[in-house]
């Protein structure tokens, strides 16, 4: 599950980097257009007899809502409620070396036999059996068109697309996929977040996210026709199968973080509350 948060890492920096580069132009081109007045009218006041005072020019800025650094929907994520810290970074170094000599070597031969193509297949198919979990989500928060996009990828990518293995819903009819599950339905009742917790194998959750994962998967339709052992496959096979997407960025953002710990934390309640409000 720490996948997911480091793709979205990538263009949430960017965007913010943009958004400040433009503020620094935009600043720039004041300056410039303020000095240009000050010379003309300092050259005015010399074929004019005595001087005058020059006007005083007052530094504004004035930022629209749109480019207002201070106003940035990550900067109002909820503050972490980190009390289990110790054992957070304990368990947190547990599955950086399970990741580390288990989850790596086994995504590195799962991508050596598996092609890309056969990859999306399978990731579009995943996402097609958790639909109920989106459905029921998206019903409780009371949206209506997300409801009906989820029933209606279904239909589609179950049928024309072979069991989900293809996205022809968003492909040929134009219906994008919808990031839903239990813990944005809770938290839109205005459900606090809870501790920060790292649990081991599944990584970072709250308190709320996890109680909202275990419904999540009480409604996953593979639980009644699997036994035990089919279900946990499943889950290890698709937990691979999606690490095989980020393998590279992973060891990159490791390599480049002072604290992983703090870097995993920040990205995932970042990343969750992305979530929230959309």
Do not use: C, W
């Not at 929907?73 to 980190?82: G, I």
């Amino acid at each position: 599950m720490f996948l997911a948060i480091f793709l979205m890492l990538y263009s949430m920096d960017s965007a913010f980097a943009a958004k400040e580069i433009e503020i620094d132009i935009d600043i720039e081109k004041r300056s410039g257009k303020q000095t240009l007045q000050k010379k003309e009218i300092k050259k005015k006041s010399e074929h004019k007899g005595p001087s005058k005072p020059e006007p005083k020019f007052e530094e504004k800025l004035v930022f629209s809502e749109e480019e207002d650094p201070f106003d940035d929907e990550f900067e109002r994520a909820p503050e972490v409620d980190d009390r289990f810290e110790s054992f957070n970074r304990f368990m947190f170094g547990v599955n950086s070396k399970i990741e580390e000599y288990f989850f790596e070597p086994l995504t590195q031969g799962y991508r050596f036999i598996a092609p890309e193509p056969v990859r999306l297949a399978l990731r579009n198919a995943f996402d097609n059996v958790g639909m109920p979990a989106r459905l029921v989500s998206s019903a409780v928060q009371g949206d209506f068109e997300k409801s009906t996009r989820t029933v209606g990828r279904f239909l589609i990518n179950s049928t024309a697309g072979v069991g989900g293995l293809f996205d022809v819903a968003e492909k040929y009819a134009g219906l994008e996929s919808v990031s839903e599950d239990f813990d944005q339905a809770l938290a839109s009742y205005g459900t606090p977040n809870g501790p920060y917790l790292v649990l081991p194998i599944f990584g970072p959750v709250s308190t709320r996210h996890a109680f909202g994962k275990t419904i999540d998967g009480f409604l996953a339709p593979v639980n009644y026709f699997l036994p035990f052992a089919g279900t946990a496959g499943l889950a290890l096979g698709e937990q691979v199968n999606s690490y095989s997407f980020y393998l590279e960025d992973k060891k990159a953002l490791d390599q480049d973080a002072i604290d992983p710990y703090q870097s995993i934390q920040d990205f995932y309640y970042q990343n969750r509350h992305k979530k929230v409000l959309e």
